[in-house]
DNA sequence: GCAAATCATGACAGCGCTGTCAATTATGTT
DNA sequence: AACATAATTGACAGCGCTGTCATGATTTGC
């Protein structure tokens, strides 16, 4: 493999391989019978290098299966190409949406995530966004819990993109991509109260600590304000939310609110979408009349709630594009392109059979 | 803050900050009036420095918000406390679920996941393996599409612990947590034999590319082969598994196969619980008689599939446990500490209303 | 009280790679 | 053919940090 004509650059230092015995660039460069720069600068682009080498040079990386080591590029001034993304949770279906989003955007660039999930703690949150920029990564992406003032500091501080994602309301530290939570709740509620509803309650899991879904009820509150209604019952259960949360707070919520002849006709907003599933889940083994005597309303658009043998009502959010989105806009601002502070990709209301 | 005491560190290089302001340890060290090298022990760990030292040393990193640069710590010899994470979806929760038991175990030891999601893509999954490797993670932890020999090779070159998940069947390139999918689908048949069933039918997406899914399939028609079954029908769809497609895919395989009064009962078996709902929802769609004329057996045991009226017949996997175990597994490995070649968190049938 | 052990600290070198700038060689122009 | 321009290559230094070994300071043992 190694060529005949001996040059200057084979004599010089022969790594000795330790116990790691990876290849490195020298030894690249030393087989191909080049310096270590153009060896470099052949396994990127190929700018600035004559076809010639760059195929001796390509030849002898996969002739002792080079593999480049990044955290050395990047030291020496590369770009990084890792992006810090930190989520409030998994569990909800919502953020691995947007992270399938991000994750591909990214991944077309050639960059990666480092994901740190806070579980909505903000301290968590706090030390995981100082964790992850310790890494100094090419940008950063957060879809804030109850963020600390510590947290955005370190954000502020980081000299590095970031991208806030999901709420377009809160002012941007640096840039933002999402919608209008508030906005999204008012809608439901105009759409309610066109709709001939009077009797509202609202059921919903630990909202204290996430920011959107208390935003949501807020405007929710605030549409119904308008026409001087106020939320007939409101039952908040601890813990994340998920189908059986909402079919439990279903049925926590019409033991004070009885519904069936004789009453108003009773709709239930629900803090999202999986929360509603559970909550027509109730509807169907109570033999409740769906949107007759009870009707639902959810917010996401999640496909499990259109797939229901009576479609929900909801929000649709564009959680794929929203991470794309985010991705897109880390890229360019890493790029040095010009982006836009805030991106609202907005909402859309989708009218099921449940109301 | 600094010292009135001129030392020789003090009067060494300062370290012109460039465009780039961010401190460096050493001038968290010449502020505290110490070498580099000490400021680096005390600041991490602080064994063998003294603690007047420590203090002042600490003292000076929160005065100018050190942050440090764990690129240059693990180039230098540090443990890279980055684990690579190489998963092929994350529309299903399933992954999700596995997901979140890793980052919640990694996390604990300070450790963060390198996100890579294959799609099911072969070629996909080897660019993935490759680039996150050219991170020189502490390790990676893969759940395998139809792995390329060349992702294989790569793999077993890394030098670094490879934990492979979900599947614990094929032979493990380094260790592996999972359950056996063949045994899962093999007790699904054996229970549905067990309960009378001699009709069944098979709907699923399109499993091909999911060796898991596969897998499954073929335990079911091993168990039902012990008794001299064979599916009368099989429905497959193109794309990733989704409620819809279940939906659709009911739909589809009853044309084929008539159910209700004069015909045997039917159970479909399900590539998965997503499918399974989506079977579900059809049936209610079409007033039929579940599990009278049409049975319906799911995998996974999803928290929506006990959710529904109907609580789903299912085969429930321990996905988040098996990312904490995953990640526990990689963290021993990183340790030096032995770890089981094969870790078997097994499954449990649940046998719900549907069948 | 003095050798032997322990503790605290620092000098040095280098992890593997890339930016900058300068040197060399090939190509084009009239 | 002589010069200007471009293409190709390399030397050098250093990114920010940590392992190793050596040194001086301090304590312990009998």
Same mark, same amino acid.
């Given at each position: 493999m190694t060529p005949l004509s001996i040059t200057? &650059?084979?004599?010089?230092?022969?790594?000795?391989?330790?116990?790691d015995n990876r290849p490195t660039l020298a030894e690249v460069a030393r087989i191909a019978g080049v310096s270590e720069i153009t060896?470099?600068?052949?396994?990127?682009g190929g700018t600035h290098v004559a076809r010639a080498t760059l195929e001796r040079v390509q030849t002898a990386a996969r002739a002792i299966n080079y593999m480049p080591n990044r955290l050395a590029g990047t030291l020496a001034g590369?770009?990084?190409?890792q992006v810090a993304v930190v989520l409030p949770s998994l569990s909800n279906s919502v953020f691995s949406d947007v992270l399938h989003g991000l994750e591909t955007r990214l991944e077309q660039a050639g960059h990666h995530p480092i994901l740190g999930v806070s579980n909505y703690d903000p301290l968590r949150e706090e030390r995981l966004v100082s964790d992850l920029l310790s890494w100094r990564p090419a940008g950063l992406v957060l879809a804030p819990a109850v963020s600390t003032a510590e947290t955005r500091r370190l954000l502020a501080g980081s000299g590095v993109p970031i991208v806030e994602i999901m709420d377009v309301d809160p002012a941007p530290i640096d840039t933002t991509v999402g919608l209008s939570q508030r906005a999204a709740g008012r809608a439901m509620a105009h759409y309610l109260l066109g709709r001939g509803y009077r009797r509202?309650?609202?059921?919903?899991?630990?909202?204290?600590?996430d920011p959107r879904a208390?935003?949501?009820?807020?405007?929710?509150?605030?549409?119904? &304000?308008?026409?001087e209604v106020t939320l007939a019952a409101t039952v908040l259960l601890p813990g994340p939310s998920s189908v059986p949360l909402g079919r439990?707070?279903?049925g926590q919520l019409l033991q004070d609110c009885?519904?069936? &002849?004789?009453?108003?006709?009773?709709?239930?907003?629900?803090?999202n979408d999986d929360m509603a599933v559970g909550g027509m889940f109730h509807a169907l083994s109570a033999g409740l009349d769906v949107p007759g005597d009870l009707a639902l309303a959810g917010f996401n658009g999640l496909a499990i709630g259109?797939?229901?043998?009576?479609?929900?009502?909801?929000?649709?959010?564009?959680?794929v594009e929203i991470g794309e989105l985010a991705g897109a806009a880390l890229l360019a601002r890493v790029a040095g392109k010009p982006v836009e502070k805030v991106q609202d990709v907005g909402f859309r209301l989708v009218i099921g059979a449940t109301t």
């Open positions: 200057q &650059a084979q004599m010089t230092r022969d790594p000795d391989q330790p116990d060896a470099s600068r052949a396994l990127r590369g770009a990084s190409r509202l309650a609202y059921a919903g899991h630990d909202i204290s600590t208390l935003s949501r009820l807020q405007g929710l509150q605030d549409g119904l &304000a308008e026409a439990d707070a279903v009885p519904v069936g &002849a004789g009453h108003d006709r009773l709709v239930v907003c629900f803090s259109q797939a229901l043998p009576l479609p929900l009502t909801t929000i649709a959010s564009r959680r």
